[in-house]
């Protein structure tokens, strides 16, 4: 069972930034990044392939997130945040005996076995 912390949420302006962190017990084949606003469904933000060395990015988060990794930590650095890029955001993780129905779908939350607890993040415009 791997557990997974995250950290570094908060409150900032429209334009400012927030690092947030996820820490996992063991190392997994895929990370991601989701985030799920109130009436709103799970979305993807970003994801990568510890393997292959890949990364996905929503198209609403591309250029403005950047997803990267420390052995088992795992990072979402975001910039020029936006009044919608208010949510909970959510760390997961995906095994290789996950990894099949994953790697199609990266930014797909059905696929991945592990979630954190999710940390809040609020832009105010």
């Known amino acids: 069972q791997v557990q997974l912390v995250e950290s570094g949420g908060g409150s900032v302006q429209a334009g400012g930034s927030l690092r947030l962190s996820c820490a996992a017990s063991?190392?997994?084949?895929?990370m991601a990044w989701f985030r799920q606003a109130p009436g709103k469904e799970r979305e993807g933000v970003a994801a990568?392939?510890?393997?292959?060395?890949a990364t996905y990015y929503a198209g609403s988060v591309k250029g403005r997130f950047t997803i990267s990794q420390d052995k088992n930590i795992m990072y979402l650095s975001m910039h020029s945040l936006k009044p919608e890029d208010t949510a909970m955001y959510y760390c997961?993780?995906?095994?290789?005996?996950?990894?099949?129905?994953?790697?199609?779908?990266?930014?797909?939350?059905?696929?991945?076995?592990?979630w954190g607890q999710g940390t809040q993040v609020t832009v105010s415009s």
């Open positions: 997961a993780a995906a095994s290789a005996r996950a990894s099949g129905r994953v790697r199609s779908r990266p930014l797909t939350p059905s696929g991945y076995e592990y």
């Open positions: 063991e190392s997994t084949v895929y």
């Open positions: 990568a392939d510890n393997f292959a060395a």
